[in-house]
């Protein structure tokens, strides 16, 4: 535990100057954490656990548009789990349940699978429907068609530079949409 | 369309667009807001005629010492808890410097002769305008404040709203400090206290609905 948790912090270390691969590897080994957790945090307040992999998507969004909040000299796990419970919290809320969510649910999970097919769209994906044209399309081709920035650009005719903002935007006003739903 | 969670991280690890800290956001902020409230202030109060021979009172001194400090205070605690770890343990203590202070201020007043009984050194002659005045101007920064904090991640919404509060009539109640008249540490615990936890009231309020993330 102790071991996964230093790994992550000189990931996210890397990650916050510019290596965007140790940013890849980081949110990859993460997520399986998250997704235990979240699934423990629904089965606890009585809700079906497939819907863990929208917690865990909101939870990612919330890591990335909050990452400048992390102390480079604290360790990445503390803060990481603050804000899934965060997110569990409001997740559960939203969902109608008072609950109370136990720090230990992320510290002590071992990672789980994820769903082996994803049925029904994400509330993500949902959301994305909603988005302004450009980020829209920015998104769907970094996101589904795993184009890179550079692709992206010349496809639509922007400048990376353009792209990296649509792109930004588009994350920042997934995030707005999906805690006022 | 559909963005499965690897999808969702492909596309995050590829947004590498740099976040400015919170304090700078909070700095710009609060630069930016300052002149609305100096503008309510100037207009609607000035500082104090006498203002030259005041200074040269150590109680009419003594103010600023205490609303900067709880300004400072308040704007550290807000920067601490904007990040979702933290709590506020080790960090209370903070706000015992204006209020230590203010307490220092009323013993000392207390062991001087003075040419006014306690009661109406306490309730002054503005009250009702420092009531008014502080919560007035804290407004513009506290707004400015909840703007840049929102840049933050605060788990606890309220408590950061609050301490938004505190930091906004800090700055409020220094702007107010030089126009009144009233320079007794004992109006300064009762009226300036009244109108800084109102304005920490409407920061907690707020802050509950708009620090959310």
Redesign the interface.
């Known amino acids: 535990m102790r071991e996964r948790e230093g790994e992550w912090t000189g990931l996210m270390r890397s990650a916050i100057s510019g290596d965007g691969a140790a940013y890849h590897r980081l949110l990859k080994a993460i997520a399986p954490v998250l997704r235990a957790a979240a699934r423990r945090g629904l089965a606890r307040a009585g809700q079906p656990v497939d819907q863990a992999e929208d917690i865990v998507q909101d939870i990612l969004l919330a890591v990335h548009l909050k990452r400048h909040t992390w102390d480079a000299n604290a360790p990445f796990a503390p803060w990481l789990f603050a804000i899934a419970r965060n997110k569990l919290i409001d997740a559960l809320r939203r969902r109608g349940r008072r609950v109370f969510v136990n720090i230990d649910d992320f510290a002590e999970t071992l990672p789980g699978e994820a769903a082996a097919e994803t049925v029904s769209a994400s509330e993500v994906a949902a959301q994305l429907e909603s988005l302004p044209a450009r980020q829209r399309a920015v998104l769907q081709s970094i996101a589904v068609d795993s184009a890179s920035i550079k692709d992206t650009a010349a496809k639509y005719s922007m400048s990376e530079g353009a792209v990296r903002v649509a792109l930004h935007r588009g994350l920042a006003s997934l995030t707005a949409r999906l805690r006022e739903q | 369309?559909?963005?499965?969670?690897?999808?969702?991280?492909?596309?995050?690890?590829?947004?590498?667009?740099?976040?400015?800290?919170?304090g700078f956001v909070l700095a710009l902020a609060l630069l930016a807001a300052a002149p609305v409230s100096l503008l309510m202030f100037f207009t609607e109060l000035g500082v104090r005629p006498d203002v030259m021979t005041a200074m040269r009172n150590p109680f009419f001194d003594l103010k600023f010492a205490v609303t900067l400090a709880l300004a400072t205070s308040a704007i550290l605690v807000s920067l601490h808890l904007?990040?979702?770890?933290a709590s506020m343990r080790g960090w209370g203590w903070l706000f015992m410097i204006p209020a230590g202070l203010l307490v220092a201020g009323i013993s000392s007043e207390m062991m001087m002769p003075q040419r006014l009984p306690m009661m109406t050194r306490l309730v002054g002659q503005n009250s009702r305008v420092c009531m008014s005045a502080i919560p007035a101007m804290s407004l513009p920064l506290l707004a400015a404040a909840l703007i840049a904090l929102r840049h933050?991640?605060p788990?606890r919404p309220a408590l950061a709203g609050a301490i938004a509060g505190l930091l906004s009539a800090g700055i409020a109640a220094t702007f107010y400090a030089s126009h009144c008249t009233d320079d007794s540490p004992l109006f300064v615990v009762t009226w300036y206290t009244i109108a800084t936890a109102l304005v920490t009231a409407i920061g907690a309020l707020a802050g509950s609905r708009v620090l959310?993330?």
């Not at chain 2, 499965?4 to 400015?20: E, F, G, K, M």
């Not at chain 2, 904007?82 to 770890?85: A, H, K, T």
């Open positions: 369309m559909r963005m499965d969670t690897d999808q969702l991280i492909r596309t995050l690890a590829a947004d590498n667009t740099r976040a400015r800290p919170v904007s990040r979702p770890e933050g991640a788990t959310r993330f």
